[in-house]
């Protein structure tokens, strides 16, 4: 476990220094999820801190999720908020390293995951998702679209950048300039979908 990432994510959550909380699920995730055919599909969110996109799932009949975060004070938040969907079995919530989970996933959700993990950790990011989704399994969501600086998170990059480390194990269905994002984020944001080659 890298443990200095998770005082320092509970801390954020303990201080409330969240600002990237928009407290709903993004446009251009809800509106990725309203194409989805098949709701039984396994679907993991890592980093999901208050998981909006989970619930919005949930609420349109998706059967097998599972969130991951580092975080305990928002996993034990998410238990408690959507516990009747843990209680039905649609749900599982995990308190852990993303680095560090096994599974097999139709589907991976990224939402503001990627930036917030130590930039040296990129390539890894790449291949862990790689390993996690199942044969040709999709890797869906959004990465900023912003120089990439000393300061952060979020920790900004470019779609060259993206590119080198997932076209090696992926086909890059799309990986562009959103559309749709909201007001606060418009223009600074990539929508990604990757097929595991
Ligand atoms: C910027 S926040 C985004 C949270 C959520 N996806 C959202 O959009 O509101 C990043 C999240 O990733 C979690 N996180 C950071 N490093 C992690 C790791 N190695 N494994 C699992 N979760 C991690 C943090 O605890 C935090 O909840």
Not at 10 to 33: C, H, L, V
Not at 140 to 167: I, M, V
């Amino acid at each position: 476990m890298h443990s200095e990432q998770k005082e320092y994510w509970n801390n954020r959550y303990k201080e409330a220094q969240t600002a990237w909380d928009m407290g709903y699920p993004s446009t251009p995730i809800k509106t990725f999820i309203d194409g989805l055919v098949d709701k039984n599909q396994p679907v993991l969110i890592p980093g999901c801190g208050n998981a909006y996109e989970a619930e919005y799932l949930l609420n349109q009949g998706f059967t097998n999720i599972t969130l991951l975060d580092i975080a305990p004070i928002v996993v034990e938040a998410v238990s408690q908020k959507l516990k009747s969907h843990i209680d039905s079995g649609n749900l599982t919530v995990i308190c852990r390293d993303f680095f560090e989970h096994k599974g097999s996933y139709q589907l991976i959700l990224e939402q503001t995951f990627f930036c917030a993990i130590p930039v040296g950790l990129r390539k890894q990011y790449a291949s862990k998702m790689h390993e996690l989704l199942s044969q040709n399994g999709i890797l869906a969501g959004l990465l900023f679209n912003f120089p990439l600086t000393e300061q952060g998170p979020p920790f900004g990059g470019s779609k060259d950048e993206y590119l080198g480390y997932f076209d090696p194990l992926f086909t890059v269905l799309k990986l562009e300039e959103c559309i749709n994002s909201i007001k606060s984020r418009e223009g600074r944001e990539l929508f990604m979908l990757l097929q595991k080659k």
